[in-house]
Structure formats: C-alpha cells, structure tokens
C-alpha cells in the first residue's frame, strides 16, 4: 500500500528497527479462562502492548473470515462440540464495508456456551480494520470475555495505526478482573499508549488491617517524536465496607495509593512528580544526565510491520462476492 510506504521515506525515525522482546508476566489475577479453548490457554504474555498475541488474533481472524466460505453452516468437532455459523456484510454509517463471522457453540456435556465474532473493514481512502469478539459462560456460574480491534487510516497524507484490546472475567463467587490497553502510531514518530488493569476478591471477604478487595493500576507513556517524553504510572487498592466501596480510611485508618511520573524533553532537566497516602509529594525539575528512550522501543514501522494482516485487508472494490 502506497500511503504507509511514502510516510516511511519522510519520516525521520530508522527504518531498520530493533527486534521486540517479550517478556513474561506474573500470574498477579484470576484464573478464569478465555472462551472455548480455556483449558489450554497461556497466560504468560505481558498485559500490554504484546506483539505475539496481537499476531496471534490477527491470523486468526483473517483465517475465519476466508475460510468461511468453504465451511458448512453448523457440524460437530471431534471433541463433541456443536457448532454454528452465520456471515454477513454490512455498511456503517462512515461508508466502511464490514465483513464478519460469527460461530456460536456449545460443548457435548452441555456445560459451556460460547460465541465467537470476527471481522475485516475497509473502504476506498485506506482505512483497514480487523477485529474479534469473543465471549462464553458455564454452568458453574464463570463468564468471560475478550475484544481485540486493529485499524490503520490515512489522514492529511499521513498514516496511522491503532490497536485495542479489552478482557474480563467473572468467577460464580464474584471475584472479577479486567484488562483494558490501547496504542496509538503515526508515521512522523508520535505515539501514545495506556493500560488499565483492577481486579477485586469476592466483596464480603474477611480482610486483616493493611490488605484490599480491589486492586487498580494504569500506566501509560507518550511520545512526541521530537525526542520529548512522558511516562506515568498510578496504583491504588479498596475495602469494602457496609454497604458501599469506601477506602480504608476509617475503619483502620489507612488507605492506599501512590502515583509518579517522568517527563523528558531533551534539554538536561528532567521534571518529576508524583505523590502518595503516606504523605510523599513531589514536583520538581531537576537538572541531570540522565539516559532515557527519546523514541519508543516499539514504534510505527515495529507496528507496519507485524500488521500483515491488518494491510492485506482489501479495499471494497478489490473484495470478490
């Protein structure tokens, strides 16, 4: 496609990017499963900005909406399962032509029930998307779900990309979590990114002095492609108490938060602040040599190329009835 390959010439960031690592991440939240295959997902990717799972969703959606044609509309897999499946194309609003898959199932003991939705979007000025919904329950009261969406447009001549996710889950007792992360590139080196995870115990559970029943914790950096920075983090808990969500601020007179953040702009001086309810606070610039990342360690071009089925999308008039 033209428009990411023009934007690449311009833009003043290496074209030759560092490979991406990924690192595992700690199993600090419920183990309720994803959709059909829970009992062979893999919960060691990093709950944010994660290229192989990323990949993962995008092969897969583009591998059910293809492949959707050649397949009956319902069957029985090997393991029992019964299936059902419905296609469609639509027009929203904007003029973007949507093509989905949707195939709902239920398991041979009659104890899950899931759907699953995916999609590819296009129309003729370079917008591309692909996305999947899915979602499930049992009969032991658990219910999860799972959205994902990637996009790239075409704006002032300039490209963008745009990747979202959003994941929960619910266990029969009430213990519940949630992911939520979104990233946002542009070709002239911006970018921006955020995560917000909390995840809570059953509500009426015994608690010593000092411990929460909900967990919070975002944090999120932006680039301005100059070599300006800023990066933030805030972590906070709950009780709760009576008939409401309070802090602990009361009955054990202590509550829990604390919150930071760096900015860099290349100058020399660094402005840091941030603050906690243990009485910390600080705002201050500080003039020092200090190293940090000028450009992001995963950025556009990491992104162009680890979309490749994002940019095969095709436009409405290049897509065969």
Request: proline share 4%; net charge negative.
């Given at each position: 496609?033209?428009?990411p ?22 199993l ?7 959709e ?7 919960h ?23 492949k ?27 003029g ?18 899931w759907?699953?939705k995916?999609?590819?979007a ?8 692909l ?25 002032n ?47 009426n ?10 967990w ?18 805030d ?18 007179g ?17 402005h ?7 009485g ?35 436009k409405?008039?290049e897509?065969?009835?």
């Amino acid at each position: 496609m033209e428009g990411p390959q023009v934007a690449r010439q311009t833009s003043e960031l290496p074209i030759s990017s560092p490979p991406v690592l990924e690192k595992d991440r700690s199993l600090g939240f419920l183990p309720i499963p994803f959709e059909r295959k829970a009992y062979e997902t893999s919960h060691n990717l990093p709950p944010f900005q994660s290229l192989v799972e990323f990949s993962a969703h995008a092969a897969e959606a583009a591998d059910a909406i293809h492949k959707a044609r050649e397949l009956s509309p319902q069957g029985i897999n090997q393991d029992g399962t019964t299936w059902w499946m419905e296609t469609g194309v639509e027009q929203r609003p904007d003029g973007v032509i949507c093509r989905w898959t949707m195939i709902r199932g239920v398991s041979v003991d009659q104890a899950v029930d899931w759907q699953e939705k995916y999609w590819e979007a296009s129309d003729e000025f370079g917008y591309k998307e692909l996305g999947s919904e899915k979602a499930g329950r049992d009969v032991f009261g658990n219910v999860w779900s799972e959205k994902w969406r990637e996009s790239m447009l075409q704006e002032n001549g300039l490209a963008h990309l745009e990747k979202t996710a959003d994941k929960w889950g619910k266990n029969a007792e009430g213990a519940e979590w949630q992911e939520k992360w979104w990233e946002h590139y542009d070709a002239s080196g911006k970018s921006e990114k955020w995560a917000d995870k909390w995840c809570s115990i059953v509500p009426n559970t015994p608690l010593e002095a000092g411990h929460a029943h909900v967990w919070h914790e975002r944090w999120g950096e932006q680039y301005d492609g100059y070599g300006g920075s800023v990066k933030y983090t805030d972590k906070w808990a709950e009780r709760c108490e009576g008939d409401g969500e309070t802090g602990w601020q009361g009955k054990h007179g202590d509550r829990w938060n604390r919150t930071w953040g760096e900015q860099h702009n290349g100058s020399g001086w660094v402005h840091k602040y941030g603050k906690s309810s243990s009485g910390e606070h600080w705002d201050t610039h500080v003039e020092q040599e200090t190293w940090y990342e000028r450009f992001p360690h995963y950025g556009f071009y990491h992104c162009f190329d680890n979309s490749v089925q994002l940019w095969e999308v095709k436009k409405p008039s290049e897509m065969s009835e």
